[in-house]
């Protein structure tokens, strides 16, 4: 009789939370008691074997019972989703590349006297695929963690982030203000090879006072992924021409929405509204959240910038003999202390306008986030936030 798997994990789970599989086995075979008993157990991740681990059980009641966690074993395979500068053509829905699809194959090991050494069974129960993300949510996140929520599906499905959102009818709509440079990247679950692939819109309706102009673009399977992410910048839509020069000028904002072929919404709505450069001196922060998409946040106020610098230098005697006719003389242009190499480090301090409490909520993960970029028009650079410390309040 073969194993039988009891547990398994939800279809989409963070990397680095519990992934784990339970697991059990009959306590004799035929009338017989089973003795030395263990379940061997080959983990794959996208088709690939990559180990076999001896489980032993860990409660033995009505039957052998057993857990493996493969948090540990699989999520070193998991890239980071990177944040590029624009190239000469990007795909503005693209497959982030930042999960693996995981299952394992289970045998019985068991021996029915208890001075022989057990055999490894022939029968195999092989696991339902899962998809570890990379992604790392706290534990009361994780023990209510459902990912439904965030898969494409309807106009109630969220995006994969902790910014705030209203619900009205069904719709879960998201507000942002920008500059016109700013970048915004939004994630969701898509299709695998798990799905069905179907074809669907991306529109991009750019709100402009005299009209609005949309932009529909159809992606078809080859673009998607198990997490699919779209990218957003005004300015690379003016420098791919999707959009005239008349549409990036009088544009006042974008609603970007996810739709099936038939113009039915399939995510949440997200609104752009952009803001006027003119009074915007801050910077638009991009940085990886805890679901492996990134979150953006624009402080609004003057930055200041300030420099450390260091020096390493040597110094020189006053003056030079003269070979030619044996002579010393004083040069003043060349004795004294001469830097021969200097350390600059540039640190930018931003200032953002009064946050309310889901604000400061939102923008706290940014100290806990260890990919943080900068972004200025199509350009990206990553820093170090050296903060130390933040501080959360909350009023009653």
């Known amino acids: 009789m073969a194993v039988t798997i009891i547990q398994t994990p939800d279809k989409f789970?963070?990397?680095?939370?519990?992934?784990?599989?339970?697991?059990?086995?009959?306590?004799?075979?035929?009338g017989n008691t089973k003795y030395n008993v263990s379940f061997v157990v080959k983990t794959f991740v996208n088709g690939a074997e990559i180990g076999t681990f001896e489980i032993f059980p860990e409660l033995s009641?009505?039957?052998?019972?057993?857990?493996?966690?493969?948090?540990d074993k699989v999520r070193g395979y998991i890239p980071n989703h990177p944040v590029n500068n624009t190239t000469a053509s990007?795909?503005?829905?693209?497959?982030?590349?930042?999960?693996?699809?995981?299952?394992?194959?289970?045998?019985?090991?068991?021996s029915i006297d208890p001075d022989v050494d057990p055999d490894i069974q022939v029968a195999i129960t092989t696991s339902s695929v899962t998809i570890p993300f990379k992604g790392s949510l706290s534990r009361s996140e994780f023990a209510t963690w459902d990912y439904s929520n965030y898969k494409k599906g309807g106009l109630s499905r969220q995006f994969l982030t902790d910014k705030s959102y209203t619900s009205a009818y069904g719709v879960a709509s998201y507000t942002a203000t920008e500059?016109?440079?700013?970048?915004?990247?939004?994630?969701?679950?898509?299709?695998?090879?798990?799905?069905?692939?179907?074809?669907?819109?991306?529109?991009?309706?750019?709100?402009?006072?005299?009209?609005?102009?949309?932009?529909?673009?159809?992606?078809?399977?080859?673009?998607?992924?198990?997490?699919?992410?779209?990218?957003?910048?005004?300015?690379?839509?003016?420098?791919?021409?999707?959009?005239?020069?008349?549409?990036?000028?009088?544009?006042?904002?974008?609603?970007?929405?996810?739709?099936?072929?038939?113009?039915?919404g399939r995510m949440g709505l997200y609104t752009i509204y952009f803001s006027d450069a003119c009074f915007?001196?801050?910077?638009?922060?991009?940085?990886?959240?805890?679901?492996?998409?990134?979150?953006?946040?624009?402080?609004?106020?003057n930055s200041r910038?300030?420099?450390?610098?260091?020096?390493?230098?040597f110094s020189k005697r006053q003056g030079e003999w003269n070979a030619a006719n044996n002579s010393y003389s004083v040069n003043n242009n060349t004795?004294?202390?001469?830097?021969?190499?200097?350390?600059?480090?540039?640190?930018?301090?931003?200032?953002s306008d009064w946050l309310t409490e889901d604000q400061q909520a939102y923008v706290v993960n940014l100290y806990e986030s260890p990919l943080v970029y900068i972004n200025e028009g199509t350009e990206v650079e990553n820093v170090v936030i050296t903060n130390s410390s933040s501080e959360y309040v909350s009023l009653i």
């Open 61 to 71: 009641t009505s039957d052998h019972y057993g857990k493996i966690d493969l948090s």
């Open 13 to 30: 789970t963070p990397s680095d939370n519990p992934i784990v599989y339970a697991f059990k086995q009959p306590l004799s075979i035929s």
């Open 280 to 301: 915007d001196k801050g910077a638009n922060l991009l940085w990886l959240n805890k679901y492996g998409s990134y979150d953006n946040y624009r402080f609004t106020y």
């Open 305 to 313: 910038i300030s420099a450390k610098i260091e020096s390493k230098s």
């Open 179 to 264: 500059k016109k440079g700013y970048t915004t990247i939004l994630s969701y679950f898509d299709n695998s090879d798990l799905d069905t692939p179907t074809n669907y819109y991306v529109k991009f309706i750019y709100q402009i006072p005299s009209g609005n102009v949309t932009q529909t673009t159809t992606f078809t399977a080859s673009y998607q992924g198990a997490v699919s992410a779209i990218r957003f910048n005004l300015q690379e839509q003016l420098d791919l021409g999707n959009i005239t020069q008349s549409t990036y000028d009088n544009c006042t904002g974008v609603i970007i929405a996810v739709q099936d072929l038939s113009n039915v």
């Open 90 to 110: 990007p795909t503005f829905l693209y497959d982030t590349q930042n999960y693996v699809e995981t299952y394992i194959e289970i045998r019985e090991k068991y």
């Open 335 to 351: 004795f004294g202390k001469i830097d021969y190499l200097k350390t600059i480090t540039k640190q930018l301090e931003l200032s």
